[in-house]
Structures are given as structure tokens and as C-alpha cells.
């Protein structure tokens, strides 16, 4: 099977899992665990912080973060199809009590007007907005990558404004790979900042959560406690994702380069329609126009044929690329989808 759902299906190389069985550990809830410290260490000096929390998926990541800088009642602008939005549960709203106010893109990227817009003025009929979160790279985006520029306007209209904000960089080292901009100068602009090890980093648990200011540290330490992300000899976990990031970024450009060539063999089939100047990073986005199939006839035809990938509503698929699929997997890929996307 080649499995191109999604970069969060890859396993622990033979190697990472030599480096877990080794690590050294301690109870991390006492903050006595060696790796974890390691790992944090590791984060924040990459996302040029002070300090950076290990949890356990970006989806804590992220809801820390929203917690400990908003008050319930308060507004978090966002993007409409965000992470924070379609995948979380609904945690924003159930956890910290805030709403959120979604703002729609093509593309998964704000507009500095459009965050302009949002901001609430100081009224007493209007709530307070408590956050700014922008994602990137842009899941549901399709990869798509925050240009620098963007984010420097945004944070001028979040300074003006007072109002913090929150980097949802669960596949930030992609963003990096793809533009040479390095993980601090993105991460400089934002309060707090997530990314993930368990996507395209190879790790099989884990993500971080960084920020510059103690105080906010603390409570991020408090309310991953409190949101039952305490763990204890996380160290096992902590070694797999220091060998992702002393091993596993640089090579995140092949990945880019399999979902290039993935484009390109998808252009060649007539039925297919994509647009390849938005193949950005490792996610690759295209419609099946003109077909009598359901979108989930034609996903469970792929899977027949040995490709897994998902449909993500309408006639729209996404194919994600990552290190456990090779440049043979991708045309053979390209191959059953041409067959099975050209049969009527
Ligand atoms: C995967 C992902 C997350 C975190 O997902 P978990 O499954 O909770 O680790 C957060 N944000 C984005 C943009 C993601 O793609």
C-alpha cells in the first residue's frame, strides 16, 4: 500500500527507535526528565525562544496556547478552514470559552486587511479579539506556504492593537525547508508557536510549544497539566523527536519534490484539474471534474489498486507526501491514479 492520507501515517525508523530504547529518562512531571529537557532545549533555541513544553499533539499545542492569552468571551481571528477550526473538536469553544472568528481565504492565508477588519473596535456592544492564530504551513491550504511579508503586516496591525498572537506551525519546518526563512525569523513575529514531530519530522508522538515570556510558560506548564498532558518518562518519547530534528528537516525538500512530481503526473490525466504553482510543500490538492463516481467510489478504486489518499469534500482529494513514501511509490502512484481516474 502506498499511503499518501497523510504525513502523520509514518513509523519510526529502525534508528529512531534505537535512539528511544536508549534514552535516558525521569519523571517529567517533577520537569526531572533529562531527554525532555533536551528536546525543549533543542525547540526553543530553533524557534529562537526562551522556552519551549513538550505535549503531546498539536492539537495541545495549539489549545494551550489559546488558553493561557485568551479569557472566556474573548474572540480569536482565524482563518475559516484553520486546524483550530475543523480538527480540534471544538476545543477552543469547550476548553477555553472563547469564539472563534473565522475569516475565509482560498488558500488558507490572511490577508492583513482582512485581519484589519476583524479586529473588534472598542465598543460596549463588541467582545474583545484576544488572538490572532495563523497557520503555516496551511493544511486545508494545501500546503500553502505564510509569505514573511504577510506575517510582518500582520503583526504591525496585532502591535497596534495589543493583541497577542499564535503560530499553528505544525508543519512549520516545511515553510522553512521551502523558503530558506529559518524557524525564528517566522516564529519572532508570534507570542506563542507550535510545531509537530509527528508529521513529516518521522516522530511518533509529540509536539512543542515555544514562547519568549516566563510567565506564559509557566501557565502553559500548569494548563498541560490541568488538560491531562502531564507525562511522566517522557523521555522515550522526547529521544525519537530529537533524532527527527537532528535527521529528519533538511530532507522534508524531498518530499516537496515528490509532491511536485505527483503534480505533474496528475496534470497529464485529462479528468484531473490542478493547479501546480499551488503545490507549495508536501501537500498536493486536485479535483476529479466530469466523473459519474462519488468522491468515495473513486477513493475506495485507489485503495483496490494499492493507494490510499483521502477525499476532502465535493470532488476534491489531497495527497500528502512524507519520508516513508520513495520517488518509486510516487509514480506508481501517479500510475494507478492515471488508470483508475481515466476509466469511466
Ligand atoms: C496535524 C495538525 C495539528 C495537530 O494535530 P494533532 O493530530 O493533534 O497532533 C495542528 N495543526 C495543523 C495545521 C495540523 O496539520
Not at 85 to 90: F, H, K, W
Not at 242 to 263: G, M, V
Amino acid at each position: 500500500m502506498i499511503d499518501l492520507r497523510s504525513d502523520t501515517v509514518t513509523k519510526p525508523s529502525e534508528a529512531m527507535r534505537e535512539a528511544m530504547v536508549r534514552a535516558e529518562v525521569g519523571d517529567d512531571v517533577y520537569g526531572e526528565d533529562p531527554t525532555v529537557n533536551r528536546l525543549q532545549e533543542m525547540a526553543a533555541a530553533l524557534l529562537g525562544k526562551a522556552y519551549a513544553l513538550f505535549v503531546p499533539s498539536g492539537t495541545m499545542a495549539n489549545q494551550l496556547s489559546i488558553r493561557v492569552q485568551t479569557k472566556p468571551g474573548d474572540e480569536v481571528i482565524i482563518e475559516s478552514r484553520a486546524h483550530i477550526v475543523r480538527y480540534e473538536q471544538g476545543a477552543a469553544a469547550a476548553l477555553a470559552g472563547v469564539q472563534l472568528h473565522m475569516v475565509p481565504t482560498d488558500r488558507g492565508v490572511l490577508d492583513p486587511a482582512q485581519v484589519e477588519a476583524a479586529i473588534r473596535p472598542k465598543d460596549p456592544h463588541t467582545l474583545p479579539t484576544g488572538l490572532i492564530c495563523l497557520e503555516n504551513t496551511h493544511n486545508s491550504g494545501g500546503g500553502s506556504i505564510y509569505p514573511l511579508a504577510t506575517i510582518e503586516r500582520i503583526r504591525e496591525i496585532a502591535l497596534a492593537h495589543g493583541i497577542p498572537m499564535h503560530l499553528d506551525g505544525a508543519r512549520l519546518f516545511n515553510a522553512v525547508v521551502a523558503t530558506g526563512v529559518s524557524a525564528a525569523e517566522y516564529a519572532r513575529h508570534f507570542e506563542t508557536g507550535s510545531f509537530c514531530l509527528s508529521k513529516g519530522l518521522g516522530a511518533p508522538v509529540g509536539s512543542l510549544v515555544v514562547t519568549n515570556d516566563r510567565p506564559t510558560a509557566d501557565k502553559l506548564r500548569r494548563f498541560r497539566r490541568m488538560y491531562g498532558g502531564g507525562m511522566r518518562q517522557a523521555g522515550i518519547l522526547a529521544a525519537a523527536g530529537i533524532y527527527a530534528l537532528e535527521h529528519n528537516i533538511s530532507r522534508l525538500k524531498e518530499d516537496h519534490e515528490h509532491a511536485r512530481r505527483l503534480a505533474r503526473l496528475l496534470q497529464k490525466i485529462p479528468t484531473v484539474s490542478l493547479e501546480p504553482d499551488h503545490v507549495e510543500t508536501n501537500i498536493v490538492i486536485f479535483d476529479v471534474v466530469g466523473s459519474s463516481r462519488s468522491a468515495q467510489d473513486i477513493v475506495a478504486a485507489l485503495k483496490k489498486e494499492g493507494l490510499l489518499l483521502n477525499a476532502v469534500g465535493g470532488t476534491t482529494f489531497r495527497a500528502v507526501t512524507h519520508l516513508d513514501v520513495t520517488t518509486r511509490d510516487i509514480e506508481e502512484a501517479g500510475r494507478i491514479l492515471s488508470v483508475v481516474l481515466t476509466k469511466e
